[in-house]
């Protein structure tokens, strides 16, 4: 089609006023919401040089706040990895009664701010909570204390491998998997030889998602550490105490930390989705 | 895609050589349902329990106690400012990201998920170092007599930015789906340039503005780590909703804190389910065709 093929190199080669405007007008938008505020906090990290930046991201409060995030980051993200495959399993595979209503329960993290999040895990494991006595009783304490904290992660970052691996796996069809049943292998064979190289970048996908948001929850956190310095303290945590204290530098300096780990796990974010789509 | 997955009466799930081990099934079903159970039922409950725990005339004094009632009303009236705006700029983003060819397009497209993996909390930072009192472009807006920090300009500018991704996301394969042909087509036929944007290509991306729309609408009430930064929280002018329910817990008034919190959730997830309806309904529609 020639003219389709004409107009559409002109179109690439060179835009009419109109068209640079609404480039111009796009540009502007990103760089007022996304690009300035960035540069703005890389200038409010270094404001007092290097060396101050690096004594505050290193200093023991803040390397301690950094060792809890990455506990329960992982931690999060290891169990909603679990989980999260055999529930999508689960809702993929098996056929039950009332499907369609724990299908939609699975997206309520999304739909609750954080900070409800939090509430409910006081209402259940605080003072006079529902679920108090039981957990007494095996000697776990859940609310101010790093079990609850984990908790409140694990909560806010439940949806995302779920919702990732479970169109995959509906689209894939069983009939491979039956293949090796037929063949003699273990459910346990089938799903490590057969099921998991089909999913692995979509499973990666979302366990990237739920890692990104778990080290960077806050809110849900902030309800259930009960704000012990030091203990309970995360990354996120220490950012908002900084900024009570006015200690803005450090406040910057953790947040363009914070920051810098988020680009890198976007980076590999846009990655396993590339790879997603391909295969 | 083969037949098979597309043939519904083909796609039983359980395949008739899994019937043989009933108890893998079982327990892996039982594993899935317990652990949600366990991490969304149960707090669910206790939330609307609490929530309604003294009956229904005290949950809907709790609402009304000025504070809180104004308190929803912000979040209502930012969450919808926010709403629009994303649903102009995410729109117009997203055709220009597909649509043109120009310096840093790459870039631009690469940086629009970046709100999705930064935590809330360092964007409200974000915001604050640029726009806040002491902060670089403080002079300047002052000059302008605009106060962007601790007011509710703020509220929006945060709300904007981490619900930045949500219409752009989800405008944008339907952008690139339907090519140009249609919109070539058109204007070979004589329709004017904007008139095809107009007729043609807005019509087919409605659905997706409007999911796009709705997911940044149900983020936006309930987002509070970006929020609680730069909005100042003063009761009744800059305190929005989430921010409310933290004060709540902290005087440890639970009951107030998960009257609200109902109202809030009832909202989100509303527009949540109404997202995978609509979703639902476009897969039917392009499996029916």
Not at chain 1, 81 to 104: C, D, E, M, P, S
Not at chain 1, 137 to 143: D, E, Y
Not at chain 2, 145 to 168: C, E, N, R, Y
Request: charged residues 10%; proline residues 5%.
């Amino acid at each position: 089609m020639p003219v389709s093929a004409a107009s559409q190199s002109q179109a690439q080669r060179k835009h009419s006023f109109v068209e640079w405007g609404l480039i111009a007008v796009v540009i502007a938008y990103a760089s007022l919401l996304l690009l300035g505020p960035l540069a703005a906090m890389v200038w409010g990290a270094f404001s007092e040089g290097f060396a101050r930046f690096w004594s505050e991201i290193t200093s023991p409060d803040v390397l301690h706040a950094l060792k809890l995030t990455v506990l329960l980051g992982g931690g999060a993200t290891a169990l909603n990895t679990a989980f999260g495959l055999a529930i999508a399993w689960v809702l993929v595979r098996h056929q039950f009664k009332g499907k369609r209503f724990i299908n939609g329960l699975v997206d309520l993290p999304f739909a609750v701010s954080p900070v409800i999040a939090g509430l409910m895990l006081i209402l259940l494991f605080g003072r006079d909570g529902w679920l108090t006595p039981l957990a007494d009783a095996i000697g776990l304490k859940l609310v101010f204390s790093v079990p609850g904290m984990l908790l409140a992660t694990t909560f806010v970052s439940l949806p995302f491998v779920i919702r990732e691996v479970m169109p995959i796996l509906s689209q894939v069809g069983t009939q491979q998997e039956e293949a090796a049943y037929t063949l003699g292998a273990s459910p346990w064979q089938t799903f490590l030889r057969v099921t998991l190289p089909t999913i692995r970048w979509g499973l990666l996908y979302g366990i990237s998602l739920t890692l990104a948001r778990a080290l960077g929850e806050f809110g849900a956190v902030l309800v259930v550490s009960g704000g012990v310095s030091g203990l309970t303290e995360t990354a996120t945590l220490f950012i908002f105490r900084s900024l009570d204290d006015r200690n803005y530098v450090g406040a910057y300096s953790v947040a363009l930390l914070l920051a810098l780990i988020s680009f890198v796990l976007l980076i590999l974010i846009e990655l396993f989705k590339a790879r997603r789509v391909e295969s | 895609m083969t037949a098979r997955a597309l043939d519904p009466q083909l796609q039983q799930p359980i395949s008739p050589v899994l019937v043989p081990r009933p108890w893998g099934t079982w327990g892996i079903r039982f594993v899935a349902i317990s652990y949600l159970a366990m991490m969304i039922v149960l707090p669910l409950t206790a939330i609307v329990k609490t929530a309604f725990q003294a009956g229904p005339v005290a949950f809907l004094h709790e609402l009304a106690s000025p504070i809180a009632w104004e308190a929803l009303k912000l979040t209502l009236l930012v969450s919808t400012i926010t709403c629009v705006i994303n649903t102009v700029m995410g729109t117009l983003t997203a055709y220009v990201l597909v649509r043109f060819e120009f310096p840093g397009r790459r870039l631009l497209n690469a940086l629009v998920d970046l709100p999705f993996a930064i935590p809330t909390l360092v964007t409200g930072i974000m915001l604050v170092v640029l726009y806040g009192p002491q902060g670089i472009a403080s002079a300047w807006l002052e000059g302008l007599g605009i106060q962007v920090i601790f007011a509710k300009p703020g509220i929006v500018l945060a709300l904007l930015l981490v619900t930045f991704p949500f219409v752009i996301r989800s405008v944008q394969p339907g952008l690139i789906e339907a090519e140009k042909d249609q919109e070539e087509a058109a204007f070979t036929l004589g329709a004017s340039k904007w008139g095809t944007v107009y007729r043609i290509v807005l019509p087919t991306l409605l659905p997706a503005i409007l999911t796009g729309r709705l997911l940044s609408f149900a983020r936006a009430v309930g987002e509070f780590g970006s929020v609680i930064i730069v909005a100042g929280n003063i009761p009744g002018i800059t305190l929005t909703a989430p921010v409310y329910v933290y004060g709540q817990i902290e005087s440890d008034n639970q009951q107030g804190a998960s009257a609200v919190s109902v109202i809030l959730m009832t909202l989100s997830f509303t527009l949540m389910l109404t997202v995978d309806w609509m979703q639902q309904r476009k897969e039917e529609v392009r499996h029916a065709g």
